[in-house]
């Protein structure tokens, strides 16, 4: 009985948590779920890039591409619900490039999403890496809420009165 009383409230609190979630999602038309966001990541880097004299997408010997790279730091760009992905990066570029990491974390909603933020603050005192957030702010949108960047998904109307159905490609192998 004791068991079931510490259950309940669990329970009856599961769509309040669920409903509080700060992210929107959407499904995609393949039918995967993903949080939706108005704008591109590649605006907000482009924007903060631009007034900081950086240099965008600057390729490293491996490969891997820093999404801003300045006179004294190698930057990650990533909205909040990556939070966590974009550290590795950071520090990885740094490495990379001899420059000082950061992140910048797009913050949609930065209400909710502020204390995405503050942990990779928090994590940035501890390991010594600078943070910082953009918000919708730094893109100035128009009256429409469409950005500068003509190639942001906010200028793209979703169409799907000329999408064919593609039929099942058969796989024609044996498994051994």
């Avoid at 760009?77 to 520090?91: P, R, T, V």
């Avoid at 960047?149 to 999408?163: E, F, G, R, Y």
């Amino acid at each position: 009985m004791r068991n079931k009383l510490f259950f309940i409230p669990i329970l009856l609190s599961i769509p309040l948590i669920a409903f509080s979630y700060p992210f929107t999602y959407e499904t995609c038309d393949l039918g995967w779920k993903h949080v939706h966001h108005d704008h591109n990541e590649e605006s907000y880097q482009q924007a903060w890039c631009k007034a900081h004299n950086g240099i965008m997408e600057y390729e490293n010997e491996d490969f891997t591409r820093v999404d801003c790279l300045t006179k004294t730091h190698a930057v990650e760009f990533d909205f909040a619900n990556k939070w966590h992905e974009s550290i590795g990066q950071a520090l990885h570029y740094s490495i990379m490039t001899g420059k000082k990491p950061m992140v910048v974390l797009i913050l949609d909603e930065p209400k909710t999403q502020m204390v995405y933020y503050k942990r990779v603050q928090r994590l940035g005192k501890k390991y010594k890496f600078d943070t910082k957030y953009v918000t919708d702010d730094i893109l100035h949108l128009n009256d429409s809420r469409h950005c500068f960047n003509p190639k942001c998904k906010c200028h793209k109307q979703k169409d799907t009165s000329n999408l064919q159905q593609m039929p099942m490609q058969q796989n024609n192998y044996t498994v051994v």
